[in-house]
């Protein structure tokens, strides 16, 4: 079992859609978690961190629930320029701090 | 442009032969991580340095690869007798030690190795 799993998607959504993404993760001694953002054949950029109450920026909220493991990203109102694989990303929870990367999760905007 | 810096940015080399990849990180991020990452696949971790200490290896990280940062500025990546696997995304990234703080790890453009 991977320590982070995503649903590899794709997903296909119209323009103005709001859509869902969901990773769990296997290891309990996690404290950082992130939503990266990687478009075809670039390097990974950060979208926002995740915070335990929950936090919001902009079209994108990120929820966690640290007793489920559980990293949720929702995009609402979607853009084209959305379109891209999104990597949930936790760490190891240990002094150097090293991530720990899902498989990422596909989104295709259509117009 | 401050951000973390990758040389070169494409590789194709003969199976067998050695390639070194640098990494430049963004100035006074004492924190270097490389990582690797194959089509389809998330980034995977292969080595960490805080300032020019190593400070910890991934066991994908094989006897073929060693890494330095020698002045705990810039670093490279070498890998000796390169196999077709080794073909993949070299990432090189960098962050700031914030103690309690939240650390974000900023990526370069990465090095795409081929390995014909």
């Known amino acids: 079992r991977k320590e982070v799993e995503q649903d590899p998607g794709p997903f296909n959504v119209p323009e103005g859609a709001t859509v869902a993404f969901n990773c769990t993760y296997s290891?309990?001694?996690?404290?950082?978690f992130f939503w990266y953002r990687q478009d075809c054949r670039k390097e990974p950029k950060l979208l926002m961190s995740?915070?335990?109450s929950g936090n919001e920026d902009g079209r994108f909220t990120a929820q966690l629930n640290r007793a489920s493991q559980y990293i949720s990203l929702l995009i609402r109102d979607s853009k084209l320029s959305d379109s891209a694989t999104y990597l949930c990303?936790?760490?190891?929870?240990?002094?150097?701090?090293?991530?720990?990367f899902g498989g990422g999760t596909r989104l295709m905007v259509k117009p | 442009d401050t951000g973390v810096s990758q040389n070169p940015r494409h590789k194709i080399t003969k199976r067998g032969q050695n390639v070194t990849f640098r990494c430049d990180p963004i100035s006074e991020h004492n924190r270097l991580y490389w990582y690797r990452q194959t089509l389809g696949q998330g980034p995977e971790f292969l080595t960490y340095f805080q300032n020019e200490a190593q400070l910890e290896k991934s066991r994908l990280l094989s006897d073929r690869f060693s890494a330095e940062r020698p002045k705990g500025s810039f670093s490279t990546l070498e890998i000796q007798r390169t196999e077709q696997g080794d073909s993949a995304m070299y990432l090189c990234?960098?962050?700031?030690?914030?103690?309690?703080?939240?650390?974000?790890?900023?990526f370069g453009p990465g090095t795409r190795l081929l390995v014909l």
């Open positions: 990303v936790v760490n190891r929870g240990n002094a150097g701090n090293m991530l720990t």
């Open positions: 995740v915070y335990s």
């Open positions: 990234a960098s962050s700031p030690r914030l103690a309690g703080v939240q650390e974000t790890q900023y």
């Open positions: 290891n309990s001694a996690s404290q950082s």
